[in-house]
């Protein structure tokens, strides 16, 4: 069951920040999200979350550009009309393979690149016209969130936090939020 | 931590340089069996009867075939002006030379081969002071124990050049320069006296800045500040613009003139990457090595980690220079230049294409991970493959011009090998155990220790 309520509590310092989510975790609490103006080094950490895969679809769609390259030249420059220009061997691909090898680099780095990138934008749900979701815009300047979900807790929830350093917390109601 | 050099290692040494001696008297007493152009005569009939008999018929063809070709290449490396003003030199006496310069030019291989991982070893240990690297220090003591082997290694190299002699440099014999305009056009920079003057220079200084920053380095050990930091930081910046200049003329030297009618604009930095990358994978086996005995607990993962991505970085930038030169060539096939490669491809298919697969495509592929960058095991398997492609780098570069189709990693190559990896081995870690491990004194130190990445 989706809670209805969260809790936002702010923070001014991520070395706070950092030790608040330490001490969050071991109360055992999830953390729904965390909104910070910057990268926090070893946030991603403390906060237990699985290390990235995007190395991997990068790699993998360097492999599907390299193919794309070595498939539409042997195709072009091979199989479907293999001139003479300038006395280049055109018998087989590998006969005039060097000749290929800047595309077949240029291709595959730019699949890895830009394919990474869209898988990035997707799977991180950016596009133009999105709608933002800040939940406070100070996050973006110089102000840290951490959002966690409220059941039946409110007040040793809001215990803890103040004790973990927290210069403000809120009890924000979802429903109200996603009604419009 | 103190390193005390094991008796086991010193003995292992000790067993390597004593059979890589009897390899290589073996490599001499085999070559020398063939006295006369009549032995040769006797070798090739051999050779061509082993062909009439090969099940397929085949082989014979295939033999002259490759006999003819044989020929007109050797005929290249002697210079074809000689041809043109009349002096002929039989196929049979080509091949009497082959078979005598194959035990020269495999000491020659292997020599330069130790020599060149400690010179790239002192060009990365300048790197780290001049860019003031804050993780590296804790390998300095490794380091400077590799680049113990720079003076020795680079007067063995010149020693076996000068008794090698025409056997290896061609422009070394007056019989040669005499009939041959184009080495005649290059003696001024292609003459014994130029030869041994530069390249004695040229020891001199890359020693001379490695006794005296390994002095700073010492003395920073026990020093209340930063003076002797501050003065090797200024050696090495001073060092790197002398070594890039005297690198690329010691290639053109000792390496590219094995060829006095072939140039390459970019063979220096060719060498420069070959070494570099096997100067950085020695550094990462030793590493690995003393770590593993538990004398370098303040090297961590990341350290390692590190090594490995130079190794990684620099394998790629190898091929890169090994592509392009081979590229430019190939593609404007120019008779005068082509030949280098027409040579490697036609008599030396496995080593020349194969080091392209171990010099590229096996780092590219295992180090790539970013997990595996940090085992160990997987680290050595890796640079051990890298050491063997850049000795065939090496062998490569030299072989084709001195023995031509004669070639073959048997008793000399090996034999070589041994001498020299003993002796390296000797020397760098007897480097090792004359200091402590930790250079304590150098002020990147406490940052080094507590490197992660």
């Known amino acids: ?180 | 931590m103190e390193y005390t050099f094991s008796n086991r290692l010193k003995i292992g040494a000790i067993v390597c340089m004593v059979l890589g001696l009897i390899g290589v008297a073996y490599g001499f007493y085999d070559s020398h069996k063939y006295a006369t152009v009549e032995d040769v005569k006797v070798l090739l009939a051999s050779e061509d009867h082993g062909g009439e008999h090969s099940a397929d018929g085949h082989g014979s063809a295939h033999a002259e075939e490759g006999h003819g070709t044989g020929h007109a290449a050797a005929e290249g490396d002697h210079g074809e002006e000689a041809h043109v003003e009349g002096h002929e030199m039989s196929h049979e006496e080509h091949v009497l030379h082959q078979i005598h310069n194959r035990p020269y030019a495999a000491l020659y291989v292997a020599a330069f081969f130790f020599f060149m991982i400690s010179l790239g070893v002192l060009a990365f240990y300048a790197i780290q002071y001049a860019a003031q690297a804050g993780w590296s220090p804790v390998l300095f003591r490794v380091m400077e124990a590799i680049t113990a082997y720079v003076l020795p290694g680079a007067l063995i190299v010149l020693a076996i050049a000068l008794v090698a002699n025409k056997h290896l440099f061609v422009w070394m014999d007056p019989e040669v320069v005499a009939h041959d305009k184009l080495i005649q056009g290059k003696s001024g920079f292609l003459n014994k006296g130029v030869f041994i003057g530069l390249s004695l220079f040229f020891i001199l200084g890359w020693s001379a800045y490695r006794y005296i920053v390994r002095k700073f380095s010492l003395a920073q050990d026990n020093s209340d500040n930063n003076s002797y930091f501050k003065k090797a930081f200024r050696w090495s910046a001073g060092f790197l613009v002398f070594y890039i200049v005297t690198e690329s003329i010691v290639s053109w030297l000792w390496i590219m003139s094995v060829d006095p009618h072939w140039f390459s604009t970019l063979f220096g930095w060719y060498v420069f990457a070959s070494m570099f990358v096997s100067g950085i994978t020695v550094i990462a086996l030793i590493a690995i090595y003393l770590k593993s005995k538990g004398l370098l607990e303040f090297v961590n993962d990341s350290h390692i980690h590190d090594l490995a991505k130079f190794m990684f970085g620099i394998s790629i930038f190898w091929t890169y220079l090994w592509f392009s030169q081979f590229m430019l060539i190939w593609y404007s096939n120019i008779p005068e230049e082509v030949t280098y490669y027409i040579t490697r491809i036609e008599y030396y298919k496995l080593p020349f294409f194969g080091m392209v697969v171990m010099n590229f495509i096996f780092p590219l592929l295992l180090l790539m991970n970013s997990d595996y960058k940090r085992i160990p095991w997987f680290v050595v398997m890796t640079g051990i493959v890298i050491l063997c492609g850049h000795y065939i780098d090496v062998f490569n570069m030299i072989m084709p011009a001195t023995v031509v189709d004669r070639w073959f990693i048997g008793i000399p190559e090996i034999g070589s090998v041994l001498l020299f990896g003993g002796l390296f081995v000797f020397f760098v870690f007897a480097a090792l155990s004359k200091a402590p491990l930790l250079a304590k004194g150098n002020p990147f130190m406490k940052e080094s220790k507590h490197f992660h990445y």
């Open chain 1, 1 to 180: 069951m989706e809670a209805s309520k969260v809790i936002h509590a702010i923070y001014t310092d991520d070395d706070i920040l950092m030790s608040a989510v330490k001490k969050v975790k071991a109360e055992k609490h999830h953390i729904e999200e965390i909104y910070t103006p910057f990268p926090v080094h070893g946030l991603d950490k403390a906060m237990g979350l699985a290390p990235t895969r995007i190395a991997i679809t990068s790699f993998m769609y360097g492999c599907v550009g390299l193919a794309v390259a070595i498939l539409m030249m042997n195709f072009i420059m091979i199989e479907d009309w293999p001139q003479d220009i300038g006395g280049k061997p055109s018998f087989s691909y590998i006969e005039n393979m060097p000749a290929f090898v800047p595309i077949m680099f240029e291709l595959t780095v730019f699949f890895a690149a830009h394919l990474m990138v869209i898988t990035f934008y997707l799977r991180s749900r950016m596009w133009p016209f999105k709608k933002a979701e800040n939940p406070d815009p100070r996050t973006t300047d110089d102000h840290f969130l951490m959002e966690i979900a409220v059941h039946d807790n409110e007040d040793s929830l809001t215990n803890l936090l103040k004790e973990t350093g927290a210069v403000e917390i809120n009890i924000i109601d979802k429903d109200e939020e996603d009604a419009h």
